[in-house]
């Protein structure tokens, strides 16, 4: 394979973590791996909500830790919450510096959203609903301006090179259906900060190319990967038939917005005392029981948003009138929808994987603050704090290169093996059919037979990133025979005490395990 030696550091992503952390590495040179033109195809751009943080006097870092252990469900480490919620404050400010246009009152204070399982509103928001969109504009913004920060727009991560159990190298391809060979890419340092899985599934709400590849080439380069089986379902996603589905924030029922099925029924006030505002897994089981009844759920924004909808959350308002939905006239259909994937790489307090020289931040990586089930608005949160972590680990570690740095070009020739895109619809389709909002045994031994053929079928490192991970949620959701936060079994249906400590799973011993399993029922 052709190799490009650089002394940069290698950022594979180009989302809010992969950004911010670039930022705050300058003006150390850095080349960012961006499959996609700047801004686009990164869930952080998609995201609604905002971002979570005690901005009030009267809210506090302590109480939004404690709301934070409470969503999770016994799996979160409570150092990790307290720190993450004690920094928040610090990186809003930040952000705003850079320039990111925050909703303000009249006084000049943060619009803060209320959210589910947040005992306070505490999300600061732009524009109604244009968090992610915004805070993405105003720091590639920034990144346009920093000489040391390369981007390499259209190029995709594909594989890590490993010795001593050290990361040395990464292969990249050409991200148009990766038809190229592949060119190994030997930096000072490497940080990972791809996103998640959510694409893995036929039903999300994620960009079409964020499916666990980033997850899936650590685990097969040999990173432990904890919390595999955490997968959040967001409850409103809109059920309009689009792929990926788009997303009815959580903030419209923080507005009020009701949950009512086909008959008008109000159905979440049968099953917990905070009824539209409680916990995201709990919303997302009662909606996903009201699909699986025929009774069609929907938001319905009507009376507690109505006509102002437009420009309270312009894009809800967008997603519905392409769907020739009036949101003030007529409830939004919704179905649950794999929307953010707690597991992750494995990562301690400094943002270090267990291979060496590799840092992970954002979605791609576990870092013990979601535990079971993540609150609503704290995924960008953690992005922030854990890029800004990597950041200084890196600079702490390896020492600064003297002089410039060369731009690297990548001469991308020969054929590569793009994915079959028939064996991804299948592995999606296994992944919602099985692996989905209600799991058991039987339908998780059936993905685990399904994915393992349809590894057979396609050699593109790109398909065999995806089946990793989704071997290591399979076998990790077979092995927690509990139910617990996101992860729901219906055969076994109670959170057993003691049983909160986090998952953790090589790829190696996930492939022997499951190799185990499928002799034993073949
Ligand atoms: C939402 O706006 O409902 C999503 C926010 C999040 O996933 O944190």
Same mark, same amino acid.
């Given at each position: /394979?052709?190799?490009?030696?650089?002394?940069?550091?290698?950022?594979?992503?180009?989302?809010?973590?992969?950004?911010?952390?670039?930022?705050?590495?300058?003006? %150390?040179?850095?080349?960012?791996?961006?499959?996609?033109?700047? +801004?686009?195809?990164?869930?952080?751009?998609?995201?609604?909500?905002?971002?979570?943080?005690?901005?009030?006097?009267?809210?506090?870092?302590?109480?939004?830790?404690?709301?934070?252990?409470?969503?999770?469900?016994?799996?979160?480490?409570?150092?990790?919450?307290?720190?993450?919620?004690?920094?928040?404050?610090?990186?809003?400010?930040?952000?705003?510096?850079?320039?990111?246009?925050?909703?303000?009152?009249?006084?000049?204070?943060?619009?803060?959203?209320?959210?589910?399982?947040?005992?306070?509103?505490?999300?600061?928001?732009?524009?109604?609903?244009?968090?992610?969109?915004?805070?993405?504009?105003?720091?590639?913004?920034?990144?346009?301006?920093?000489?040391?920060?390369?981007?390499?727009?259209?190029?995709?991560?594909?594989?890590?090179?490993?010795?001593?159990?050290?990361?040395?190298?990464?292969?990249?391809?050409?991200?148009?259906?990766?038809?190229?060979?592949?060119?190994?890419?030997?930096?000072?340092? =490497?940080?990972? *900060?791809?996103?998640?899985?959510?694409?893995?599934?036929?039903?999300?709400?994620?960009?079409?190319?964020?499916?666990?590849?980033?997850?899936?080439?650590?685990?097969? *380069?040999?990173?432990?990967?904890?919390?595999?089986?955490?997968?959040?379902?967001?409850?409103?996603?809109?059920?309009?038939?689009?792929?990926?589905?788009?997303?009815?924030?959580?903030?419209?029922? +923080?507005?009020?917005?009701?949950?009512?099925?086909?008959?008008?029924?109000?159905? /979440?006030?049968?099953?917990?005392?905070?009824?539209?505002?409680?916990?995201?897994?709990?919303?997302?089981?009662?909606?996903?029981?009201?699909? #699986?009844?025929?009774?069609?759920?929907?938001?319905?924004?009507?009376?507690?948003?109505?006509?102002?909808?437009?420009?309270?959350?312009?894009?809800?308002?967008? =997603?519905? *009138?392409?769907?020739?939905?009036?949101?003030?006239?007529?409830?939004?259909?919704?179905?649950?929808?794999?929307? =953010?994937?707690?597991?992750?790489?494995?990562?301690?307090?400094?943002?270090?994987?267990?291979?060496?020289?590799?840092?992970?931040?954002?979605?791609?990586?576990?870092?013990?603050?979601?535990?079971?089930?993540?609150?609503?608005?704290?995924?960008?949160?953690?992005?922030?704090?854990?890029? %800004?972590?990597?950041?200084?680990?890196?600079?702490?570690?390896?020492?600064?290169?003297?002089?410039?740095?060369? *731009?690297?070009?990548?001469?991308?020739?020969?054929?590569?093996?793009?994915?079959?895109?028939?064996?991804?619809?299948?592995?999606?389709?296994?992944?919602?059919?099985?692996?989905?909002?209600?799991?058991?045994?039987? +339908?998780?031994?059936?993905?685990?037979?399904?994915?393992?053929?349809?590894?057979?079928?396609?050699?593109?490192?790109?398909?065999?990133?995806?089946?990793?991970?989704?071997?290591?949620?399979?076998?990790?959701?077979? #092995?927690?025979?509990?139910?617990?936060?996101?992860?729901?079994?219906?055969?076994?249906?109670?959170?057993?005490?003691?049983?909160?400590?986090?998952?953790?799973?090589?790829?190696?011993?996930?492939?022997?395990?499951?190799?185990?399993?499928?002799?034993?029922?073949?």
């Amino acid at each position: /394979m052709k190799t490009v030696t650089t002394d940069r550091i290698v950022i594979v992503g180009a989302g809010l973590g992969a950004l911010y952390a670039a930022l705050k590495l300058a003006p %150390r040179p850095v080349v960012m791996i961006s499959p996609e033109p700047l +801004g686009k195809g990164a869930s952080s751009a998609w995201a609604q909500g905002g971002v979570a943080a005690a901005m009030d006097s009267g809210d506090s870092p302590e109480s939004h830790a404690r709301d934070t252990l409470n969503a999770g469900a016994g799996t979160v480490n409570a150092d990790v919450a307290q720190m993450v919620t004690r920094e928040a404050r610090d990186h809003i400010l930040d952000l705003t510096t850079m320039g990111t246009p925050f909703d303000r009152t009249d006084d000049g204070e943060y619009v803060l959203s209320r959210e589910a399982a947040h005992s306070y509103a505490r999300v600061v928001r732009v524009k109604g609903d244009q968090a992610g969109a915004e805070i993405m504009a105003a720091l590639i913004d920034q990144v346009a301006k920093t000489p040391s920060i390369q981007v390499l727009e259209g190029t995709m991560a594909v594989s890590l090179d490993t010795e001593d159990g050290k990361v040395t190298g990464i292969a990249i391809q050409d991200s148009n259906e990766t038809r190229s060979a592949p060119i190994m890419l030997r930096g000072a340092g =490497y940080l990972l *900060a791809g996103g998640g899985s959510g694409g893995l599934y036929a039903v999300t709400t994620n960009p079409p190319r964020i499916r666990g590849q980033v997850i899936g080439m650590a685990a097969r *380069a040999g990173a432990v990967i904890a919390d595999a089986e955490f997968v959040q379902f967001h409850p409103t996603a809109m059920d309009v038939g689009e792929d990926p589905a788009p997303l009815a924030t959580e903030a419209l029922r +923080g507005e009020g917005a009701i949950l009512i099925n086909k008959d008008g029924e109000r159905f /979440m006030q049968a099953l917990h005392p905070d009824a539209e505002l409680a916990p995201r897994d709990v919303v997302a089981r009662g909606i996903f029981a009201q699909v #699986q009844a025929g009774k069609r759920p929907m938001l319905d924004t009507r009376d507690s948003i109505g006509a102002e909808i437009k420009e309270l959350f312009p894009s809800v308002a967008e =997603y519905c *009138a392409r769907n020739g939905i009036d949101p003030a006239t007529d409830p939004i259909p919704v179905a649950p929808a794999a929307h =953010y994937h707690m597991g992750g790489i494995k990562t301690d307090t400094s943002g270090q994987a267990t291979l060496g020289n590799l840092w992970v931040c954002g979605e791609a990586s576990s870092t013990g603050l979601h535990g079971a089930n993540r609150l609503a608005s704290n995924g960008l949160l953690e992005a922030l704090v854990y890029a %800004r972590i990597c950041a200084e680990g890196i600079e702490a570690q390896i020492p600064a290169p003297t002089g410039t740095s060369a *731009a690297i070009s990548l001469d991308f020739q020969g054929d590569g093996n793009p994915p079959d895109a028939e064996a991804v619809t299948a592995l999606r389709q296994t992944m919602t059919n099985h692996v989905g909002v209600v799991r058991n045994a039987e +339908g998780l031994m059936q993905a685990l037979h399904n994915i393992a053929a349809l590894e057979q079928r396609d050699p593109s490192p790109s398909f065999q990133n995806m089946c990793a991970t989704a071997t290591l949620i399979t076998l990790c959701a077979l #092995q927690r025979e509990e139910s617990r936060g996101a992860h729901e079994r219906s055969d076994f249906p109670d959170t057993l005490p003691g049983a909160g400590e986090r998952s953790e799973m090589t790829y190696a011993n996930a492939l022997n395990a499951r190799d185990t399993l499928l002799k034993e029922t073949t």
